[in-house]
């Protein structure tokens, strides 16, 4: 069972330790960038470590686009030794819940984007029912859906 628990001062260094697998830096940044990120965007976002049995195995951020208004996924990963075990797909199930309570805005879109070299990230994002919008950009492209 994987759940989201928010990152917070007792677990943020959890996240500093997660490891990408060889070669997946170019399609995802490390946590240390994105709680970054998630501090300049502070007021419309929301960074989660992903658990099992009390393990952070992933990392993953909700952030909320007031202009569009949507939802955005970003900078999702599963740790390189967690890897093909399902936990990214379970993840992706708990961050649509999170998504579905409307923590900072009333929208039901839901975007992504997924390097285009990256196959099985997309597979997992289409199996869920995220489709491509057709707004690519150089390596990325963006995938969306709709929840109520």
């Not at 995802?28 to 419309?44: D, E, G, K």
Request: hydrophobic letters at 35%; a negative charge; aromatic letters at 12%.
């Amino acid at each position: 069972m994987v759940e989201l628990r928010a990152i917070t001062e007792d677990n943020f260094i959890d996240a500093f330790n997660l490891k990408l697998a060889s070669g997946q830096e170019e399609y995802v940044s490390h946590p240390i960038r994105s709680l970054a990120q998630a501090y300049v965007y502070r007021n419309q976002c929301q960074p989660f470590g992903i658990y099992t049995e009390d393990k952070m195995i992933g990392y993953v951020m909700v952030i909320y686009d007031y202009d569009v208004p949507e939802y955005d996924i970003w900078h999702m990963m599963i740790d390189e030794s967690m890897q093909g075990k399902g936990y990214g797909s379970e993840a992706l199930d708990r961050v649509i819940e999170y998504i579905r309570t409307k923590p900072f805005g009333n929208s039901g879109r839901v975007a992504l984007t997924c390097n285009k070299h990256n196959p099985i990230a997309r597979k997992l994002y289409e199996n869920k029912g995220f489709r491509a919008t057709g707004a690519d950009d150089e390596d990325e492209v963006e995938l969306a859906m709709t929840v109520s």
